[in-house]
C-alpha cells in the first residue's frame, strides 16, 4: 500500500513539474501587447453620437444636435453628407472646415460631442456574469466589473487586462492592479473606459494550478484522490 502512495506522489511531482513549464506553439507566436496610456488617442465618435457643429462666419449655417447616423454621417447644409463615425470631433472639423472652403471665404467652425449612444465593453474572464456590459457614463475597469456580477473566487485583481482599439486599428493594451486599488485610492489609476474596450479578468496562479490537479490528475484516477488523506487528523492513514 505504502508503495502505491509513494508512486503516486511521484507521479504527482512530475506532472506538477511539467505544468511548470510554458509551452507555445510555432503556430501561435507570442506577441507583445504595446503598452498604452489613457492620453493616447482622442474619443472616437460612432453611430448614435450628437454634435454641435458652429460656424462662426456663417451662423445660419450652424446646426445643433446633429445626430450621426447607422451610415456614420452628418448632414449640413451646402455641402451634404460628411463622414464623422471612427473619428474624433477635431477630424470632423477638419473634414467640414476643407468641405465648406469652396463654399465659403472663412470656414472657421467649431464640433463638440453634446450626448452619447449606446456604449459598450465586454467583460470576460473571472467574473459572475461574463458579457457585454452597457457603460451609463464614464467609468472605469472596476464599475464594469461590478456591472458583470464582480470577480469570482478565482480571480487574479491584481492581474485585469484592458485592450483598446485605437483609431487606425491598433490595439494596446494595459494591466490594471484593481485590488491596490480598492485598498488605496491614490492607486486607482484607472481611465474611463470607452466603447468596444474590452476588460480580461483572468485567474490566478493557484485556481490555475488547481484546474489543471482537477482537469488532468484527479479526474483521471480511478477512485476518488481523498482515500489518500485523513481528513480528520491530516494524516497518510
Same mark, same amino acid.
Given at each position: 500500500?505504502?508503495?502505491? /502512495?509513494?508512486?503516486?506522489?511521484?507521479?504527482?511531482?512530475?506532472?506538477?513539474?511539467?505544468?511548470?513549464?510554458?509551452?507555445?506553439?510555432?503556430?501561435? !507566436?507570442?506577441?507583445?501587447?504595446?503598452?498604452?496610456?489613457?492620453?493616447?488617442?482622442?474619443?472616437?465618435?460612432?453611430?448614435?453620437?450628437?454634435?454641435? /457643429?458652429?460656424?462662426?462666419?456663417?451662423?445660419? *449655417?450652424?446646426?445643433?444636435?446633429?445626430?450621426?447616423?447607422?451610415?456614420?454621417?452628418?448632414?449640413?447644409?451646402?455641402?451634404?453628407?460628411?463622414?464623422?463615425?471612427?473619428?474624433?470631433?477635431?477630424?470632423?472639423?477638419?473634414?467640414?472646415?476643407?468641405?465648406?472652403?469652396?463654399?465659403?471665404?472663412?470656414?472657421?467652425?467649431?464640433?463638440?460631442?453634446?450626448?452619447?449612444?449606446?456604449?459598450?465593453?465586454? /467583460?470576460?474572464?473571472?467574473?459572475?456574469?461574463?458579457?457585454?456590459?452597457?457603460?451609463?457614463?464614464?467609468?472605469?475597469?472596476?464599475?464594469?466589473?461590478?456591472?458583470?456580477?464582480?470577480?469570482?473566487?478565482?480571480?487574479?485583481?491584481?492581474?485585469?487586462?484592458?485592450?483598446?482599439?485605437? !483609431?487606425?486599428?491598433?490595439?494596446?493594451?494595459?494591466?490594471?492592479?484593481?485590488?491596490?486599488?480598492?485598498?488605496?485610492?491614490?492607486?486607482?489609476?484607472?481611465? !474611463?473606459?470607452?466603447?468596444?474596450?474590452?476588460?480580461? /479578468?483572468?485567474?490566478?496562479?493557484?485556481?490555475?494550478?488547481? *484546474?489543471?490537479?482537477?482537469?488532468?490528475?484527479?479526474?483521471?484516477?480511478?477512485?476518488?484522490?481523498? *482515500?489518500?488523506?485523513?481528513?480528520?487528523?491530516?494524516?497518510?492513514?
Amino acid at each position: 500500500m505504502w508503495r502505491i /502512495v509513494f508512486s503516486g506522489c511521484i507521479s504527482l511531482a512530475l506532472v506538477s513539474g511539467c505544468a511548470s513549464k510554458r509551452v507555445t506553439s510555432p503556430d501561435f !507566436p507570442q506577441t507583445q501587447w504595446q503598452s498604452y496610456s489613457g492620453n493616447d488617442a482622442p474619443y472616437v465618435l460612432w453611430t448614435g453620437d450628437t454634435l454641435n /457643429v458652429d460656424v462662426a462666419t456663417a451662423p445660419e *449655417l450652424s446646426r445643433q444636435a446633429l445626430l450621426i447616423g447607422p451610415d456614420g454621417r452628418i448632414s449640413m447644409p451646402l455641402i451634404g453628407a460628411v463622414q464623422a463615425a471612427g473619428r474624433s470631433s477635431e477630424q470632423v472639423r477638419a473634414s467640414l472646415m476643407s468641405a465648406f472652403s469652396s463654399q465659403l471665404r472663412d470656414p472657421r467652425l467649431t464640433v463638440s460631442a453634446t450626448a452619447y449612444g449606446s456604449q459598450r465593453v465586454f /467583460v470576460g474572464g473571472q467574473v459572475t456574469a461574463p458579457g457585454i456590459v452597457d457603460l451609463p457614463g464614464q467609468i472605469g475597469p472596476l464599475q464594469a466589473i461590478i456591472m458583470a456580477g464582480g470577480f469570482t473566487p478565482e480571480a487574479d485583481t491584481k492581474q485585469v487586462l484592458l485592450m483598446r482599439r485605437i !483609431p487606425g486599428g491598433e490595439v494596446k493594451s494595459a494591466i490594471y492592479n484593481i485590488k491596490d486599488g480598492i485598498l488605496d485610492p491614490a492607486a486607482a489609476n484607472w481611465g !474611463p473606459l470607452q466603447r468596444f474596450d474590452v476588460v480580461y /479578468v483572468s485567474r490566478t496562479w493557484i485556481a490555475k494550478e488547481n *484546474l489543471f490537479v482537477q482537469q488532468y490528475v484527479r479526474n483521471a484516477l480511478p477512485v476518488d484522490f481523498s *482515500l489518500f488523506f485523513d481528513v480528520t487528523g491530516g494524516s497518510l492513514f
